[in-house]
């Protein structure tokens, strides 16, 4: 899945929240709801895939070899995100991360809670 792609700013660019969360509803099927006071992306019956604990930063529920696979990398931005002792992802400081990489992390959270009809690609003319 390539949506992100054409959208990510040139590289080495300041992300904005209001950039990180038009990425993160540009995939199908996402909405934004309220999860525990803060903003949440969700999708497939409301299976959360990223939140924004602050301002400026946002936790995206990678899976766990993506999530240590990119922390291993040591990327600007991006460290890992504990719930308790659970490794549930990453979180990602939009001022310095690469935004190319936080599209691709978000695409993978994405996948990993949408639902089959909405990884499925769909042929041109034709329904989803």
């Keep these: 899945m390539t949506v992100l792609r ?6 080495g660019g300041r992300m904005e929240l209001a950039e990180a969360v ?12 309220d999860h525990h006071g803060r903003r949440s ?11 924004v604990p602050a301002d400026g930063v946002l936790d995206v529920m990678v899976g766990e070899d993506l ?3 990119v922390a291993a ?5 991006v460290e890992l995100l504990w719930w308790g002792q659970k490794l549930s992802g990453v979180r990602v400081a939009l001022d310095a991360v690469d935004p190319v ?3 691709e992390l978000l ?3 994405w996948s990993r809670r949408a639902p089959a009809a909405l990884r499925r690609p769909s042929s041109p003319g034709v329904g989803p």
């Design 22 to 33: 038009d990425a993160a509803l540009a995939l199908p099927g996402v909405t934004e709801a």
């Design 6 to 11: 054409s959208w990510a700013p040139p590289y």
């Design 67 to 69: 999530a240590r696979a």
């Design 41 to 51: 992306f969700r999708v497939g019956g409301g299976k959360v895939m990223a939140t």
């Design 101 to 103: 990489l936080l599209a």
């Design 107 to 109: 695409e993978d959270a």
């Design 73 to 77: 990398g040591d990327p600007d931005g």
